[in-house]
C-alpha cells in the first residue's frame, strides 16, 4: 500500500515550507497588504527583472504613494518616471485603472479577482496575484517563471504562448492550489522560477519539488518549456526630422495608442515626402523661406514583433521667430529643389560614420528627481508651431520627457556634443 500523499497537497506543502525558510522576503513589494503597492510591482515586473524594477518602483511610489496621488496626475508625469522600463502601454493603463479606481471604487482596489481583472493593463494572472497577497483570495497564478516550473514538473510539452498549453497549465496550477497559506505558496512559485528552476543553470539539487519533477526524472529539464516556433522578425523603416534651434528641439507627442503612445518623439515624414524641397517639407512645423536638411544618424530598435531602422535627417534653424525666417520670402520658393547632393534617394543609406555614440541609452536610475515633471509643461515654450501636438523644448527639459531610446540616444548625443 502506497501511504504517500497525493501529489498536488505534497507540492504545495513542500514549497510553503521551502518558502518560509529559503525564499525571499524582502523585495521592497513583499511584506505589505497594500493593493497599489502589489498592482504597481506587478505591472512593473512584467518582461522586466526585478534588478531593474526596484529603483522604478521606489522612484514611482515616492512621486505617487497611492491610488488617488495617481489618479490625480498628469499622464506626462506618469511616462516620464516610466521612461526607459519600456513597454509604455503599462504606464498609460495604470493611469487609467488608477482613476478608474478612483471614480468607480471610492479609491479602493476592488477586492475579488474578476473584478481587478476588468481594470485596464491587469491580466488574468497579476489579478490573481494582487487578490492573493492583498486579500488572501485563493487564486492561481500563471507567469512566465511559473509556467516554466510547472512544465518540467508535470512535463507538459509544446509552446508554452499557444491556446491549448495555457488551457493545460491553468488547470495545473489551479490543482495545485493549497487549502490555506496561500500567499506563502503563491510566493514560493514566483521564488521557485526566479531563483532554482531558471531558464538556464536550474538549480534542481536544491528544489524542494524535485522528487517527483518528471522533467528531472527523465534528464530532460532544458527541454521544456518547448521554445516558441521560429519566426522572422520583420524590418520597417521611418524617417524622423531632427528640428533644431540653438538649445530647443522640436518634439512632437504620439497618439495615445500603437508604439511609443504618449511618448514624444521627434516628427515622421514618409520617404516619398524626401522629394519636396525641404522647406516644404518642414513647413509643417516651422514655416521657414529655406532649409537645408542633412543626415545625422541611422539607429536600429527591436520591438517585439519587428525592427524599426530609423534614419534621423537635422534641420537647424538660426531663429525661431517666424516673422524673421519669413522676411526674405513672403512665400514657399515654387518648384525648388534640394540643394545639389542633398537630396536622399528613396531606401539611400546616410553617410558611413553618422551613427550615433553606442551606449548613449538612459542610464539605469538616473530619473529626474520626484516632482520634477510636473514643472515641465510650465517651460515647455509656446513658439509658433502649426501641428498641435508638437512644442519647442528647451534640450535639458526634454530629456526629462518620457522618451522612447532611440529619441533620447539622439538627444543626449546633441547634449553630448554641445
Ligand atoms: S527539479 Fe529542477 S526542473 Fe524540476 S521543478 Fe525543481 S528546479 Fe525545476
Known amino acids: ?12 506543502a513542500r514549497l510553503i515550507a521551502w518558502q518560509k525558510s529559503a525564499g525571499r522576503h524582502d523585495l521592497p513589494w513583499q511584506n505589505t497588504t497594500d493593493p497599489y503597492r502589489i498592482w504597481l510591482s506587478e505591472i512593473m515586473l512584467q518582461q522586466t527583472q526585478v534588478g531593474t524594477v526596484i529603483g522604478y518602483y521606489e522612484r514611482f511610489l515616492a512621486r505617487f504613494p497611492d491610488i488617488a496621488s495617481l489618479a490625480r496626475a498628469d499622464l506626462d508625469a506618469v511616462m516620464s518616471l516610466w521612461s526607459g522600463l519600456g513597454y509604455y502601454s503599462r504606464a498609460r493603463n ?38 492573493v497577497f492583498a486579500h488572501g483570495a485563493r487564486e492561481a497564478i ?10 518540467r514538473h508535470r512535463a507538459v510539452s509544446g509552446y508554452t504562448g499557444s491556446a491549448s498549453v495555457q488551457a ?8 495545485l492550489l493549497p487549502a490555506q497559506d496561500i500567499a506563502a505558496y503563491t510566493q514560493g512559485l514566483m521564488d521557485l522560477g526566479a531563483t532554482l528552476c531558471t531558464r538556464s543553470n536550474s538549480a534542481c539539487g536544491r528544489c524542494p519539488v524535485r522528487d517527483d519533477c518528471l522533467a528531472l526524472a527523465t534528464q530532460q529539464v532544458h527541454a521544456y518549456p518547448s521554445p516558441r516556433p521560429a519566426r522572422v522578425r520583420p ?25 511609443w503612445g504618449g511618448l514624444w518623439c521627434l516628427p515622421n515624414i514618409e520617404s516619398g515626402e524626401l522629394h519636396a524641397p525641404p522647406e516644404q517639407i518642414v513647413n509643417r512645423w516651422h514655416p521657414v523661406g529655406k532649409a537645408h536638411l542633412q543626415p545625422f544618424g541611422n539607429l536600429r530598435h527591436g520591438f517585439t514583433h519587428f ?13 525661431l521667430d517666424v516673422g524673421a525666417q519669413l522676411q526674405h520670402s513672403s512665400q514657399l520658393p ?10 536622399l ?20 536610475g538616473s530619473q529626474l528627481p520626484a516632482g520634477s515633471s510636473v514643472t515641465l509643461s510650465e517651460r515647455a515654450t509656446d513658439l509658433h508651431c502649426a501641428e498641435p501636438d508638437a512644442r519647442w523644448w528647451p534640450l535639458h527639459d526634454a530629456l526629462a520627457l518620457g522618451l522612447p531610446v532611440p529619441v533620447r540616444q539622439v538627444l543626449e548625443s546633441l547634449q553630448l556634443s554641445g
Open 1 to 12: 500500500m502506497n501511504d504517500s500523499p497525493p501529489v498536488a497537497e505534497s507540492f504545495s
Open 94 to 131: 495604470l493611469h487609467k485603472a488608477a482613476r478608474i479606481i478612483q471614480s468607480e471604487y471610492g479609491g479602493c482596489m476592488p477586492g475579488n479577482r474578476a473584478d481587478i481583472e476588468a481594470l485596464p493593463g491587469i491580466g488574468r494572472s497579476s489579478a490573481a496575484a494582487i487578490a
Open 142 to 151: 500563471l507567469d512566465g517563471n511559473v509556467k516554466r516550473v510547472l512544465a
Open 168 to 175: 493545460r497549465l491553468w488547470s495545473l496550477a489551479e490543482d
Open 235 to 259: 524590418v520597417r523603416q521611418s524617417i524622423m526630422l531632427l528640428l533644431t534651434s540653438k538649445d530647443r528641439v522640436l518634439l512632437e507627442r504620439r497618439p495615445p495608442a500603437g508604439i
Open 307 to 319: 525592427t524599426l531602422e530609423i534614419a534621423v535627417l537635422r534641420c537647424e534653424f538660426d531663429s
Open 334 to 343: 515654387q518648384g525648388s529643389q534640394l540643394p545639389q547632393g542633398s537630396q
Open 345 to 364: 534617394a528613396q531606401g539611400s543609406q546616410l553617410a558611413q560614420g553618422s551613427q550615433l555614440p553606442q551606449g548613449s541609452g538612459l542610464p539605469q
